[in-house]
């Protein structure tokens, strides 16, 4: 066979080596005689200078340095992946004449294998460093969705078994024109493969072609079928071998798979092959020290020669880049415990059990008018929402592969609950939009009153500041209020419902409840939440494969814990988007506090969401601290665990439970003139408990109280003559009597208000305390004279007069 020694060139250690082979090429090829004289001189100079230094290191370390160099391989590479290349090497070499079976060939594989450890400087092969410019190439790569970091090898007992295995392809592409003493016109031929790993820190041994001198037997070939598809071939650690250095076993130099033998039966003069390794992520405790590996994909061919008997056998190794492979210590692995468990159900058992009571309740008293005016469907629905995010909290515990794959299905209900308020609040702000305007009223002329005359330009920057801010805030809402309605489609939904109702059916113009239907509010809900279950069925469709258990280790593959492999994007836009609906439901609860106390949610709606918010900012920061495989899965799950089911039984509970505790109470329930007229009922539509309540009412307003209350007469305005016992100038404060008389006055009539929008009627006590305190203002204003100089320039002289002339104050006042 020729050899070509020239194109053979050393590794860093062969030049470190006290012999050279014959025929290789040392790093520096300058002639001798380039050197100048003077730096000859200076050159001979510091040797002397260092010449006893370095024999006395020679004589400490010679010994040492030569046994290495006699058990390290030395023969060199031309791209080198000792030294950080990563291109595609090739050698060929020449099996023996007395070759004649296929037995034979795989020992004389190995057995040449053997001799470049025993023989480090025999030329065996002979090396092309343009294989890859004539086509022969070789690619590998990691198939299997390798984790984030670096690539672990756990080193464990030997007959542990892993879970886990990492999957290497290996695509080969050789040009047999390339190989002219080669013959191609055979039917078949067979091809080797395996894996070998090589120590990434330590420089001048990663040779491919080197097998271990330890091995007492061979190990056969993994012969797979001719389509090489058919089956990926699994290694297990009784497959691997490894060398280590005899000064210092604290790491490996080498892991080596045995072979894996494939015969193929068709190619022409450009062979292609592609194969598949299945490693495992365990090996045994006796592998040496903890290191970095790199990976090198190593294939052979073994191609007939056309001069006879003898084969041509071509080698071809490539790198794998990216990632080492790092050989360690198995960690201690943290599991879900058991402790965990029981409290996450019980505090799913125990939540979800309130929640479901509410739902039952409402179910039973659906008809009660506090619900009926609360939509008692969809209140209904909001409570079964809330419960079942708490049940379905249980897929928050890493247990089970299907936990993984269906969590994403706990933004669901999660989501239905914004988008339940919304559609509540939604359909009351536009049924009653009339009402609401009454809370609207324009801004009287107390507001716009100067506070003195030396403040006129900052209260008229106040004043317009507050009318731009009021008008933001209106187109605002009329904008939100616009979307959501197109939403909901209620355009096309009044149409079908005008086409389909009777001209003596349909409702009036100024009827209160003719703009929003039932049908208006489910689409809605339905548009709202439409994004959330695209994405989420998306999730658990797509990646129903790759959703899984799986154990996230720390950066120095020393703990690790078990959790479920997840999506960050889909967590992401799933999050985001459930705290966007509640932020919507926030601010169409807050366009409608105006509403009557029935229909205003505002105060709930803003409780649940700044204590959910709250819950969630406090447990998110936590979560941030926990998300690291340091830390147990206990604290990590179960702090995921109580903010969702925190947040579900907040927002139930503070928009459910008042109107259960109304409707426990048994109060009377009455709906106030403002909204009967502006509805358009008509007496004959009232039960028989109002319907005497009303008469009630009307018979005690039309006679004299009994208890000595003079009521108004309606004869027409009385004309009061004042004495005046206070005269009230510019300037000076109302006097103390008076302003605490104003402050009764305010909380009163605010209570009043309230009660009687919720539909609850006045009582006895609550209208003698109006009579009271209502006559003794009007007593107070005929003991004030409100006088107020005549100040040119003044603006308010004008307005304050027609005011005191609107209280009929000033009719017997001096002019």
């Not at 003596?504 to 239907?517: E, P, Q, V």
């Not at 709250?614 to 990590?636: C, G, H, K, Q, R």
């Not at 709906?671 to 309540?693: H, K």
Request: glycine residues 6%; hydrophobic residues 40%.
């Amino acid at each position: 066979m020729q050899q070509r020694q020239d194109r053979i060139l050393p590794s860093p250690l062969s030049v470190t080596s006290h012999r050279r082979a014959p025929g290789v090429v040392p790093l520096s090829t300058k002639p001798q005689g380039s050197t100048s004289r003077p730096r000859r001189r200076l050159s001979l100079s510091v040797m002397s200078f260092f010449l006893p230094v370095t024999i006395l290191l020679v004589l400490c370390g010679t010994p040492a340095a030569a046994q290495d160099a006699s058990e390290l391989p030395i023969v060199g590479t031309l791209d080198g992946y000792d030294v950080g290349g990563n291109y595609s090497i090739c050698w060929t070499s020449q099996f023996d004449d007395t070759i004649q079976n296929t037995d034979v060939q795989e020992k004389s594989l190995l057995n040449m294998n053997r001799q470049l450890q025993t023989n480090p400087q025999a030329s065996l092969f002979t090396q092309l460093p343009t294989c890859s410019e004539n086509g022969t190439k070789m690619t590998i790569s990691r198939t299997d969705e390798a984790p984030e970091g670096l690539w672990v090898m756990w080193k464990g007992n030997r007959n542990d078994t892993s879970t886990v295995s990492a999957v290497f392809e290996i695509d080969l592409e050789v040009n047999l024109e390339d190989f002219t003493t080669v013959n191609v016109d055979e039917d078949s031929l067979w091809v080797w493969y395996r894996i070998f790993m090589c120590n990434a820190p330590r420089v001048g041994f990663c040779q491919p072609l080197v097998d271990s001198p330890k091995w007492d037997g061979y190990n056969d070939p993994i012969v797979i079928p001719d389509d090489p598809f058919a089956v990926v071939p699994t290694i297990d650690s009784q497959n691997i071998t490894f060398d280590s250095v005899p000064t210092d076993d604290s790491a490996a130099i080498t892991f080596r798979t045995d072979w894996v033998a494939s015969r193929l039966q068709r190619f022409d003069s450009t062979l292609t092959f592609t194969g598949k390794i299945q490693l495992p992520t365990m090996c045994w405790d006796t592998m040496g020290g903890n290191n970095n590996y790199i990976v090198v994909g190593h294939a052979t061919l073994e191609l007939p020669s056309s001069s006879g008997n003898d084969f041509v056998r071509v080698d071809v190794s490539s790198l794998l880049p990216g990632k080492p492979w790092m050989v360690t210590t198995k960690p201690t692995v943290k599991d879900f415990s058991t402790g965990a468990i029981v409290f996450v159900s019980i505090l799913i058992g125990v939540t979800g059990l309130m929640t479901l009571g509410m739902s039952c309740y409402i179910v039973v008293h659906r008809n009660h008018r506090v619900m009926t005016l609360a939509q008692s469907g969809m209140l209904g629905a909001l409570a079964a929402a809330s419960c079942a995010t708490i049940i379905m909290s249980f897929l928050l515990m890493p247990l089970y592969d299907v936990f993984c794959k269906l969590q994403a299905l706990l933004f669901l209900p999660a989501t239905f609950m914004p988008t339940i308020l919304v559609g509540r609040l939604w359909r009351v702000y536009t049924t009653l939009s009339a009402a609401h305007s009454l809370g609207r009223s324009p801004p009287t002329v107390s507001s716009t009153l100067d506070e003195g005359s030396g403040s006129r330009k900052l209260s008229s920057i106040r004043q317009h500041t507050r009318e731009s801010l009021s008008k933001v805030s209106k187109k605002s809402e009329e904008w939100v209020m616009k979307f959501l309605s197109l939403l909901a489609c209620s355009f096309f939904v009044q149409r079908v419902e005008q086409r389909r109702s009777t001209p003596s059916k349909r409702r009036s113009i100024g009827s209160l409840r003719r703009t929003t239907t039932r049908t208006e509010t489910l689409l809605l809900i339905f548009f709202l939440t439409l994004p959330q279950v695209v994405v989420t069925l998306f999730d658990v469709i797509h990646y129903w494969d790759t959703t899984n258990l799986w154990i996230s280790y720390s950066e120095d593959a020393t703990s690790g814990r078990i959790e479920c492999r997840s999506r960050t994007w889909v967590t992401f836009f799933s999050g985001g988007y459930l705290a966007a609906m509640f932020v919507l439901a926030m601010y169409v609860a807050w366009c409608s506090q105006l509403l009557p106390s029935a229909f205003n949610e505002k105060d709930a709606v803003f409780r649940a969401g700044f204590i959910s918010g709250l819950i969630v900012i406090i447990i998110t920061v936590a979560l941030s601290y926990s998300d690291i495989p340091e830390v147990s899965p206990n604290l990590y799950v179960c702090f995921k665990a109580v903010m969702a089911i925190g947040v579900s039984l907040l927002t139930a509970w503070s928009v459910i439970m008042p109107k259960i505790r109304r409707v426990h109470s048994g109060e009377m329930v009455v709906l106030t003139n403002i909204l009967r007229d502006m509805n358009g009922v008509n007496t004959s539509s009232l039960s028989s408990e109002e319907e005497e309540y009303r008469r009630a009412s009307q018979e005690a307003a039309a006679r004299p109280s009994r208890d000595g209350i003079a009521t108004p007469s309606n004869d027409g305005p009385r004309k009061r003559v004042t004495h005046c016992k206070t005269v009230l100038r510019n300037d000076e404060p109302i006097p103390k009597k008076l302003e605490r008389q104003l402050y009764q006055l305010n909380g009163l009539t605010e209570a009043i208000t309230d009660r009687c929008a919720e539909g609850r009627p006045m009582d006895k006590t609550e209208w003698e305390a109006l009579f009271r305190v209502t006559t003794d203002l009007t007593r107070e204003f005929e003991n004030v004279c409100m006088r107020f100089s005549d100040t040119p320039g003044s603006e308010s002289n004008s307005e304050s007069n027609r005011m005191n002339r609107s209280f009929g104050e000033l009719e017997q006042a001096e002019p």
